[in-house]
């Protein structure tokens, strides 16, 4: 179609670059997200609120990094934080404990109060292993549940029911447990339950028929950044869970700092048992935090006879009634100093991120209702998702799977050739140095490319 030759005509250089990176990497990415048809734009460049790729074309950037990039691209705050630590310190990693871990720690629980403790990780994936390790560890059971078409990274025991068909979902009410990747262990299957998202009634039936093997609840408040959870949902949710002792996991690695400053645990009032946060606190380096009760914490907490597993002890000390969490790069001082000054930044500028995102929602509304599309733009705070769509409510994978995602690509190709960029049929995340200027600069492009859809 017309869109796509256009692309090909603009992007001969990521065309070219793709191939050769075949070459290097397993279908030329090191991220499969990072693919898709036909060839992913390779990026040169980023500035503000700007991308440009190889081809020197210019793009509003969307993407964000999937929402890392709270601050926009080479923000001088993050830049002067990331020198100042390293010229005061002399060294980019200690191995030990230092000042930045705990002056971090206690700038996240301000804005977290249902954190009463948290610990480092190197990432989202890493600190959603972390939340469920804790909660074998602290209640004894040994299965977790989590619902249908919620994501909380790329291993083994949360990559079941991620993005399935419909066609061998199990019904909406008792979802199956879908295996999404080859080489997962099908003994997940059986210790991953699959709950049915925004369904109160059928999520509490299987709860408690299962209460005494599971341990802990993991979701994503706001399911993919953008699918809300109900407000009453989410109020049963935290009760049933709370009757039945079975830990509640907010995994707010997308919603952490996006949503608002606390997350979407602050959008329902709802104090989860633990919350996993990564994406913004790490100012676009790789950091996760697993934050939650003390008690359910503490179960990592060393002992002071036998406190550490390291393997080039001749004896092993390590404690086995102490869980273990380990890492090299834990709480990098490099990695905090630049989630430091993210979030102190943001403190100022939350506000106009949600301002700029209304206004944007808003001009899309407009402008698709121009068009005679119906459309829905989801989500909360600083993330929404164009949804094009006739049904009323999209309340979870069922419903969005549903979406007209044709016309969705043939758009997000057209908006690419207008200098807009999202991955297609991703969702929007905006940042403090998106503008004015910026939501204009789209609104116009949107009108174009709405023009020209076939
Ligand atoms: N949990 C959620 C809700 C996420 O959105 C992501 C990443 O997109 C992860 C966990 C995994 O985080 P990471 O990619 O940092 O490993």
């Given at each position: 179609?017309?869109?796509?030759?256009?692309?090909?005509?603009?992007?001969?250089?990521?065309?070219?670059?793709?191939?050769?990176?075949?070459?290097?990497?397993?279908?030329?990415?090191?991220?499969?997200?990072?693919?898709?048809?036909?060839?992913?734009?390779?990026?040169?460049?980023?500035?503000?609120?700007?991308?440009?790729?190889?081809?020197?074309?210019?793009?509003?950037?969307?993407?964000?990094?999937?929402?890392?990039?709270?601050?926009?691209?080479?923000?001088?705050?993050?830049?002067?934080?990331?020198?100042?630590?390293?010229?005061?310190?002399?060294?980019?990693?200690?191995?030990?404990?230092?000042?930045?871990?705990?002056?971090?720690?206690?700038?996240?629980?301000?804005?977290?109060?249902?954190?009463?403790?948290?610990?480092?990780?190197?990432?989202?994936?890493?600190?959603?292993?972390?939340?469920?390790?804790?909660?074998?560890?602290?209640?004894?059971?040994?299965?977790?549940?989590?619902?249908?078409?919620?994501?909380?990274?790329?291993?083994?025991?949360?990559?079941?029911?991620?993005?399935?068909?419909?066609?061998?979902?199990?019904?909406?009410?008792?979802?199956?447990?879908?295996?999404?990747?080859?080489?997962?262990?099908?003994?997940?299957?059986?210790?991953?339950?699959?709950?049915?998202?925004?369904?109160?009634?059928?999520?509490?039936?299987?709860?408690?028929?299962?209460?005494?093997?599971?341990?802990?609840?993991?979701?994503?408040?706001?399911?993919?950044?953008?699918?809300?959870?109900?407000?009453?949902?989410?109020?049963?949710?935290?009760?049933?869970?709370?009757?039945?002792?079975?830990?509640?996991?907010?995994?707010?690695?997308?919603?952490?700092?996006?949503?608002?400053?606390?997350?979407?645990?602050?959008?329902?009032?709802?104090?989860?048992?633990?919350?996993?946060?990564?994406?913004?606190?790490?100012?676009?380096?790789?950091?996760?935090?697993?934050?939650?009760?003390?008690?359910?914490?503490?179960?990592?907490?060393?002992?002071?006879?036998?406190?550490?597993?390291?393997?080039?002890?001749?004896?092993?000390?390590?404690?086995?009634?102490?869980?273990?969490?380990?890492?090299?790069?834990?709480?990098?001082?490099?990695?905090?100093?630049?989630?430091?000054?993210?979030?102190?930044?943001?403190?100022?500028?939350?506000?106009?991120?949600?301002?700029?995102?209304?206004?944007?929602?808003?001009?899309?509304?407009?402008?698709?209702?121009?068009?005679?599309?119906?459309?829905?733009?989801?989500?909360?705070?600083?993330?929404?998702?164009?949804?094009?769509t006739d049904k009323e409510t999209i309340g979870n994978h069922r419903?969005?799977?549903?979406?007209?995602?044709?016309?969705?690509?043939?758009?997000?190709?057209?908006?690419?050739?207008?200098?807009?960029?999202?991955?297609?049929?991703?969702?929007?995340?905006?940042?403090?140095?998106?503008?004015?200027?910026?939501?204009?600069?789209?609104?116009?492009?949107?009108?174009?490319?709405?023009?020209?859809?076939?």
């Amino acid at each position: 179609n017309e869109a796509l030759s256009e692309f090909l005509r603009r992007t001969p250089k990521s065309k070219e670059f793709s191939a050769a990176a075949k070459h290097v990497m397993p279908g030329g990415v090191t991220a499969n997200i990072k693919a898709f048809d036909p060839y992913p734009v390779i990026m040169d460049k980023g500035a503000g609120a700007q991308l440009y790729d190889i081809d020197g074309n210019q793009y509003v950037d969307y993407l964000l990094s999937y929402g890392a990039l709270m601050l926009g691209h080479g923000h001088p705050a993050i830049t002067n934080a990331i020198q100042s630590q390293m010229e005061a310190n002399g060294t980019v990693l200690f191995g030990t404990p230092h000042r930045l871990e705990v002056e971090m720690g206690r700038k996240i629980m301000q804005h977290y109060p249902s954190m009463e403790k948290v610990r480092y990780t190197n990432s989202g994936t890493e600190a959603t292993l972390l939340a469920i390790r804790m909660a074998h560890a602290y209640s004894g059971k040994h299965k977790i549940a989590k619902f249908e078409g919620h994501y909380h990274g790329g291993y083994d025991q949360v990559l079941l029911s991620v993005n399935p068909s419909l066609d061998n979902a199990g019904p909406a009410t008792e979802p199956a447990s879908v295996i999404e990747s080859k080489g997962v262990d099908p003994y997940h299957q059986q210790h991953t339950v699959v709950l049915p998202f925004n369904d109160l009634d059928a999520t509490a039936e299987i709860l408690r028929k299962k209460k005494d093997d599971i341990a802990a609840v993991i979701l994503e408040p706001i399911q993919s950044g953008f699918i809300p959870a109900d407000q009453s949902f989410m109020k049963g949710l935290r009760e049933v869970t709370e009757e039945l002792g079975i830990l509640l996991i907010f995994d707010e690695v997308k919603t952490g700092f996006r949503v608002g400053l606390g997350g979407a645990q602050a959008v329902y009032g709802t104090t989860p048992d633990l919350t996993t946060l990564g994406k913004v606190i790490g100012g676009g380096f790789p950091v996760g935090i697993v934050g939650g009760k003390q008690d359910v914490l503490m179960t990592s907490a060393p002992t002071s006879n036998s406190d550490v597993f390291d393997s080039s002890h001749s004896k092993s000390s390590q404690a086995k009634d102490v869980l273990f969490h380990s890492g090299t790069y834990n709480g990098h001082p490099t990695i905090l100093a630049a989630g430091l000054a993210t979030i102190n930044v943001l403190e100022q500028e939350m506000d106009h991120v949600v301002t700029m995102t209304n206004k944007l929602k808003k001009g899309l509304s407009e402008l698709f209702g121009k068009h005679g599309i119906s459309m829905q733009t989801i989500g909360l705070g600083s993330i929404f998702n164009v949804v094009i769509t006739d049904k009323e409510t999209i309340g979870n994978h069922r419903d969005f799977q549903q979406a007209n995602f044709s016309m969705r690509k043939e758009l997000d190709f057209l908006l690419l050739n207008e200098g807009i960029y999202t991955k297609p049929l991703n969702r929007y995340s905006l940042s403090t140095v998106h503008g004015e200027k910026e939501i204009q600069d789209t609104l116009a492009a949107y009108e174009q490319a709405l023009s020209k859809l076939t």
